[in-house]
């Protein structure tokens, strides 16, 4: 398996676009995760899902972000409007219900100017 | 919810010495804590976890030890190299998330 893949590795566009980060999880893997890396707040839990539902959603910081999971090969997270405070590291991971093992992608670097 | 605490947050050691993280969590109902290592432009990855019912564990050069009572756990990775290397998280759970600590950036010198 190639892993947790996520596109773009690296997006740089300015405030008040839209932003679309995408990510296919381990085949197989009926859990996943969205996080955000900062230098000031470490590693965030934003949203996951389960068998492609929303569970728990309480780490997503406004109505500017909406994550989605349409089936079990893929994921989005957006942000509508973007703003510079959004720029960080983006992360998707996965694993398997009963395993605590989580997977992580390579992550998309996002800046918004 | 849970509260992880992880220190130093830098450590400066000497390729061939040990070197030691230490994290502190809240809730007493965490039961699974794992060790991430992150590489520069990398995603986190597992390199050794524990469970609430063992006290150690041991995975070649690495360790790791819990206190379920003082509700802390350590890293120890000993004859570190230069591969060592890179950004350390600790994480506790007690289901599903995990909540990481803040992490330590490890540099071992040659």
């Known amino acids: 398996d190639a892993g947790v893949i996520q596109s773009p590795r690296h997006e740089v566009t300015e405030m008040g676009q839209e932003v679309t980060l995408r990510c296919k999880p381990i085949s197989g893997h009926d859990y996943l995760f969205w996080y955000r890396q900062t230098m000031m707040r470490g590693l965030e839990l934003l949203i996951y899902f389960n068998n492609n539902v929303p569970i728990d959603d309480s780490g997503m910081p406004e109505d500017r972000f909406s994550a989605k999971m349409p089936n079990a090969s893929f994921s989005t997270l957006k942000i509508q409007p973007s703003e510079p405070r959004d720029s960080a590291v983006y992360f998707c991971a996965s694993n398997l219900s009963g395993a605590n093992v989580l997977t992580f992608g390579a992550g998309s670097r996002l800046t918004v100017l | 919810g849970e509260n992880v605490e992880q220190h130093p947050s830098t450590l400066s050691v000497q390729e061939g010495d040990s070197a030691v993280i230490k994290c502190t969590y809240s809730d007493s109902a965490s039961n699974y804590f794992p060790w991430y290592k992150q590489e520069l432009g990398k995603g986190p990855q597992l390199i050794i976890d524990i469970r609430s019912n063992v006290g150690e564990k041991k995975d070649q050069r690495i360790a790791v030890t819990l206190n379920k009572t003082a509700k802390h756990f350590s890293l120890h990775i000993t004859e570190t190299q230069p591969e060592d290397s890179a950004v350390y998280f600790c994480?506790?759970?007690?289901?599903?998330?995990?909540?990481f600590g803040s992490g330590t950036q490890l540099t071992v010198l040659p």
């Open positions: 994480a506790a759970s007690t289901g599903r998330q995990l909540t």
